[in-house]
């Protein structure tokens, strides 16, 4: 069965960092491209970041580029998005996504909330 | 970007009765390799999304065959042909052609 956990959301200051972390379990890790969605309260999704397998191919939305890294570690079977320079309107959930062979986001984890506020 | 557009944003269905969304794109979401890259994501209230249906037609694991999808090019609709309780929650449509991806604004569903 397909798990992924992720966590480090909390509440921070504007302008602080945060690290969350998404933990895989279930399928080969090092297999699949994944990906972070996003979802402020009461709104819809918003892809935030992707990365390939390998970490070869990274992409990020407009709206954090500079800000958020994406990285993987598959000896660890985990990702991770290293957030920086937090605004407001970061405050959102934060859901980890499998990346499938032909579907981009077939499996999600449950959500990490991320609240930035002073 | 692509902004895809759902209608309508709210439904409230009797079960058993069919139920149907549309999804518009500004954009084609044919590719060149003769796929479309259309999804429906369906996110029941207090969960993660979880996704019904893969390139427009094709139902995920163990999706119930009263949902189906269909349409091409810029215009796409998810039909639930009998309506359950378990049902309800907020539909979204999906585009990956081209990045970013973007998901539509939502549709949320409500049983009478």
């Known amino acids: 069965e397909v798990q992924l956990v992720e966590s480090g959301g909390g509440l921070v200051k504007p302008g602080g960092s945060l690290r969350l972390s998404c933990a895989a379990s279930?399928?080969?890790?090092?297999?699949?491209?994944m990906n972070w969605v996003r979802q402020a309260p009461g709104k819809g999704l918003e892809w935030v970041s992707s990365?390939?397998?390998?970490?070869?191919?990274?992409y990020y939305a407009d709206s954090v580029k500079g800000r958020f890294t994406i990285s993987r570690d598959n000896a660890k079977n985990s990702l991770y998005l290293q957030m920086n320079s937090l605004r407001a309107e970061d405050t959102a959930v934060y859901y980890c996504?499998?990346?499938?062979?032909?579907?981009?986001?077939?499996?999600w984890g449950q959500g990490t909330l991320v609240t930035v506020s002073s | 970007d692509i902004v895809m557009t759902q209608t309508p944003l709210s439904l409230s269905v009797t079960p058993g009765q069919p139920a149907s969304i549309s999804c518009k794109s500004s954009?084609?979401?044919?590719?060149?390799?003769?796929?479309?890259?259309l999804y429906w994501y369906l996110q029941k209230p207090g969960q993660s999304p979880q996704l019904l249906i893969y390139?427009?037609?094709n139902r995920f694991s163990g999706v119930p065959d009263r949902f189906s999808g269909s349409g091409s090019g810029t215009d796409f609709t998810l039909k639930i042909s009998r309506v359950e309780a378990e049902d309800v929650g907020v539909y979204y449509c999906?585009?990956?052609?081209?990045?970013?991806?973007?998901f539509g604004q939502g549709t949320k569903l409500e049983i009478k």
């Open positions: 999906m585009q990956s052609i081209q990045l970013p991806y973007t």
């Open positions: 990365i390939s397998s390998s970490s070869s191919y990274i």
């Open positions: 996504a499998r990346g499938g062979v032909v579907i981009p986001f077939d499996y």
């Open positions: 390139e427009v037609s």
């Open positions: 279930g399928f080969t890790f090092s297999s699949y491209s």
């Open positions: 954009q084609s979401l044919l590719h060149s390799d003769g796929k479309t890259y």
